[in-house]
Each structure stands twice: as C-alpha cells, then as structure tokens.
Antibody, heavy 121, light 106 residues
Framework: QVQLVESGGGVVQPGRSLRLSCAASGFTFTLSNYGMHWVRQAPGKGLEWVTVISYDGNTKYYADSVKGRFTISRDTSKGMLYLQMNSLRAEDTAVYYC????????????WGQGTTVTVSS | EIVLTQSPGTLSLSPGERATLSCRASQSVSNNYLAWYQQKPGQAPRLLIYGASSRATEDRFSGSGSGTDFTLTISRLEPEDFAVYYCQQFGTSPYTFGQGTKLEIK
C-alpha cells in the first residue's frame, strides 16, 4: 500500500546537526504529480509547514524559520526523501512529518507517522 | 506570507449537530488551493478537502469559499469527528497552516 515512513529523529544538542529520512513505497516516487513536503509540530502546538521539493528535485522552498539551516533533498532511485537539519535550536523541537503532495488533488494526501526531534542540552 | 486565521479556536457541539469552521486568509489564495485536514491525538493529519471544495473523504464533510474566506462544514457530527482541524494554503510559498480549531464534545 502507499506508505511513507520517517526515521532519524532523536535527542541532539543545540547547534548540532541531524538528518531525517522518509522512505516512500507503494507509488511511483518520480511521477511529476508528486511534490514532497516536511511539516513539523512542536509539543502541544499546531502544524508548521517546513519545506517542499518538486518531483524532479529542481525546485525547493523553505519556511523563513529554517531557511539557511535546513536542506531538503530526494534520491529518486531509492524512493527516499531527506531533511538535513543544521545549527539546531530548542525551537526546532517537534514531531517531523513527511507528506506527499499530489498536484491532481492539490493537497497532502499521504503522511508518514512522524519522527520526534528533541533539541536539548 | 499568507496568514490563515481559523475560528473559532474551540467549538463545543454534540453528536448529530452541524459544525461550521472558518478559515480566513490575509490575502487571496491563488486558484483557491486551500485544503482542510483532521488530526487526532498521536496521529498524522488526514486530508479531508482540497481545492477548497473537493472532497477526499466521507460526504458529511464539505468545503466552500473562495478568495480569502473558506468554510469547512460537517453536516452531522459522528463521535469520531471530535478532533483538531487545520486549513492549509498551497497558493503561494510558504504553504502556511492555520492555527487549528479544536472540535470537542459538549
């Protein structure tokens, strides 16, 4: 079935780096319909959009809160999405979800279960 | 950046009642690319409505609106509908979310 599975979360000190992964299965990862997003949710808070990458990896957008620190990428041969997070801050503590955006649906129709990142000394 | 403001913050209703949730944008959402999601505790969000009015789920959920004013309506509340609801716009990056409306049992 169509599935996204995140991994790579954990506890990290402020200023350090972490890379999140999202494994896609059950659909054609390279179809031009599918952009891939990262969305996060701080404890007890609402959803915050983080970043998106186009189906071919050529277009990327970031929220101002992570611009210059986070980098989104994808490996189409492996069906993998990544989020490289550098210079982490306490306010980056959140559950991080990857999600599939289907342009024919105009919404994020498939979500992973989330991976937790805690930035603390 | 388009700011989405959802109201009310909390809505207290009983099963069987009708729920009306609002999402107002600080500027027009291009092509009405506005989606609604439901999120239950400990779960990922679930897409309900896309393109402001197209349904991705049960037909008791409906969306309407255009430009800057959008509405999610749940015609007859079921026990499993009590959750938090978010709107999100895909018209212009950054693809912002509203702050959410919590639908609770009265």
């Amino acid at each position: 079935q169509v599935q996204l599975v995140e991994s790579g979360g954990g506890v990290v000190q402020p200023g350090r780096s972490l890379r999140l992964s999202c494994a896609a299965s059950g659909f054609t990862f390279t179809l031009s319909n599918y952009g891939m997003h990262w969305v996060r949710q701080a404890p007890g808070k609402g959803l915050e959009w983080v970043t998106v990458i186009s189906y071919d990896g050529n277009t990327k957008y970031y929220a101002d809160s992570v611009k210059g620190r986070f980098t989104i990428s994808r490996d189409t041969s492996k069906g993998m999405l990544y989020l490289q997070m550098n210079s982490l801050r306490a306010e980056d503590t959140a559950v991080y979800y990857c999600g599939r955006y289907d342009a024919s649906v105009q919404g994020m129709d498939v979500w992973g279960q989330g991976t937790t990142v805690t930035v603390s000394s | 950046e388009i700011v989405l403001t959802q109201s009310p913050g909390t809505l207290s209703l009983s099963p069987g009642e009708r729920a009306t949730l609002s999402c107002r944008a600080s500027q027009s959402v291009s092509n009405n690319y506005l989606a609604w999601y439901q999120q239950k505790p400990g779960q990922a969000p679930r897409l309900l409505i896309y393109g402001a009015s197209s349904r991705a789920t049960e037909d008791r959920f409906s969306g309407s609106g255009s430009g800057t004013d959008f509405t999610l309506t749940i015609s007859r509340l079921e026990p499993e509908d009590f959750a938090v609801y978010y709107c999100q716009q895909f018209g212009t990056s950054p693809y912002t979310f509203g702050q959410g409306t919590k639908l609770e049992i009265k």
